[in-house]
């Protein structure tokens, strides 16, 4: 029996995971205990999710806890994807499966809504980055496509509030997830109530803001009989994901940046408060909320999103493992395609290589044609979109930063790490594929008193884990490359802007 172990639920937009993690004695043992697949699932034209599936998921994966740990764990805690949320009548009963971000309708609801409002005035009361799929407009989506939803709720959850509410019967939103939602004012630290008043949305629907940390409440009796689990606290990780992955990060000082790669990156710096000026809005970077009320300022780059659809076309002819695909991406020619990761063309394509074929053509460059080609242009771009984005970050923080920490997923893919290392110039430290499953477990380890400070997680994880440094090796021949790729970027925008 341990009651020095954590169970971290980490749930992405393409799979959810359960680790379970132990402190012995300075060094933090994780493991792998369960496993489940999550996507979006389409209905009358629409895209949501199916939480009901997923937490029917984490209830197994709690009851594979029980039978694993053979005894109580100290808590749990569960982290998610950012922005999407669901609504809850008076009876406490959800209405309607939440929407998904790549729902179609986000981008129309952005641009209604700005029109009531300066772009720059909700940046100046937020200091969020300006993603059609935001909370924000999401929610103006609702209220102007679906009003008889806004009309029967009381509450708004967000997704991790959403299964933390189906463990405890409590609601409340932890701060780095409100943060994202670009509906909370950082300097006021809390809701934005004239966001609100132009949404015609009352503002009661929202919960009371809380530091990570803090326990929301014991497991209901309910999930206790169906898992088996006994009486344990859940408490509130940094709910967002990329919060919690940002807490893992095993770094010291202040000289370095961050790249949470998986289906998304995000790119960006830690700061002890946020950073909103004219020069974060003209280059819309966002301030978003992390472990300690600290914030991370930083751009969303679509990541590996890329990638996983390309390979879905590819899988209908044979089952290619992404480590074939990295081996691919050395025999192709370099620099023959390259595309802006985050061309609209790219959200939501019904074919992904149809829809980089496109984008080639509107901007001059041949199209890629074998899998070689591909991998190596998806690959390429998003190493030169780093390096555009972290020249924007070193602008703007305005202190020098040294080396690069990639964590997610992406912190395997070695091609990546390289090309990402040639570009920037700089070392790149890869490492901690389930940073935010750690950074949740070490977040409620916290709670318990069990470390005393984010710089002794941040000792114990670098303690515990393997890292790997990838120094730059042709770095001249990519900065030969790069106005090339600013060019492209530049071309993208003028050819797909009304997609």
């Not at 008076?90 to 609801?109: E, Q």
């Not at 990541?303 to 025999?331: D, H, V």
Request: charged letters at 25%.
């Amino acid at each position: 029996m341990n009651h020095d172990s954590f169970l971290a639920f980490d749930i992405g937009a393409e799979s959810g995971r359960a680790l379970l993690g132990t402190l012995e004695k300075e060094e933090i043992r994780v493991k792998e205990i369960y496993r489940f697949q999550n996507k979006m699932i389409s209905k009358g034209g629409r895209v949501y999710w199916d939480v009901h599936h997923l937490f029917e998921e984490i209830k197994k994966g709690i009851r594979e806890c029980v039978r694993e740990n053979k005894g109580p764990v100290f808590s749990i805690g569960i982290d998610t994807w950012g922005v999407d949320f669901g609504l809850f009548d008076k009876r406490g009963h959800l209405i309607s499966l939440p929407f998904a971000y790549r729902d179609k309708r986000n981008k129309k609801a952005m641009e209604e809504f700005l029109e009531k409002i300066p772009p720059k005035q909700v940046y100046h009361l937020t200091g969020i980055q300006f993603l059609q799929f935001n909370s924000l407009f999401q929610l103006h989506a609702l209220r102007t496509q679906n009003p008889e939803i806004i009309t029967k709720a009381k509450d708004l959850l967000f997704m991790p509030d959403i299964f933390n509410y189906f463990l405890t019967g409590e609601m409340a939103t932890e701060f780095s997830y409100a943060t994202t939602s670009q509906l909370f004012n950082p300097r006021k630290d809390g809701w934005e109530e004239q966001l609100f008043k132009i949404l015609d949305v009352p503002v009661s629907l929202m919960q009371d803001v809380e530091t990570a940390g803090k326990i929301l409440g014991p497991v209901k009796g309910s999930v206790e009989k169906e898992t088996g689990i006994s009486s344990v606290p859940v408490v509130l990780a940094a709910t967002h994901d990329t919060a919690s992955a940002v807490a893992a990060v095993p770094a010291k000082g202040e000289e370095w940046a961050f790249i949470s790669s998986g289906t998304w990156s995000i790119m960006g710096i830690e700061l002890n408060s946020s950073l909103i000026n004219e020069e974060s809005y003209s280059l819309n970077f966002t301030n978003e909320g992390g472990i300690g009320r600290k914030f991370r300022l930083s751009k969303n780059i679509t990541g590996l999103w890329l990638l996983q659809e390309c390979r879905k076309k590819w899988r209908g002819r044979r089952n290619i493992e992404y480590g074939e695909l990295m081996k691919k991406a050395s025999s192709a020619k370099p620099f023959r395609s390259l595309i802006d990761p985050d061309c609209p063309l790219f959200l939501k394509p019904a074919d992904m290589t149809e829809a980089i074929g496109e984008f080639c053509r509107k901007t001059g460059q041949p199209r890629p044609e074998s899998v070689n080609e591909f991998v190596r242009c998806v690959l390429e771009s998003l190493a030169f979109k780093y390096k555009f984005v972290f020249d924007e970050l070193c602008s703007l923080c305005g202190r020098p930063i040294s080396r690069v920490h990639i964590i997610g997923g992406g912190s395997r893919n070695k091609v990546l790490c390289q090309y990402t290392a040639d570009a920037l110039g700089l070392p790149v430290v890869a490492g901690l594929a389930e940073a935010a499953a750690v950074g949740n477990i070490m977040i409620q380890a916290l709670s318990a008193g069990k470390v005393d400070s984010l710089e002794s997680v941040r000792d114990m994880i670098s303690a515990s884990f393997d890292l790997r440094i990838y120094d730059p090796a042709e770095s001249e021949e990519w900065e030969r490359h790069y106005d090339g790729f600013k060019r492209i970027c530049r071309e993208s925008h003028n050819e797909t802007k009304d997609y």
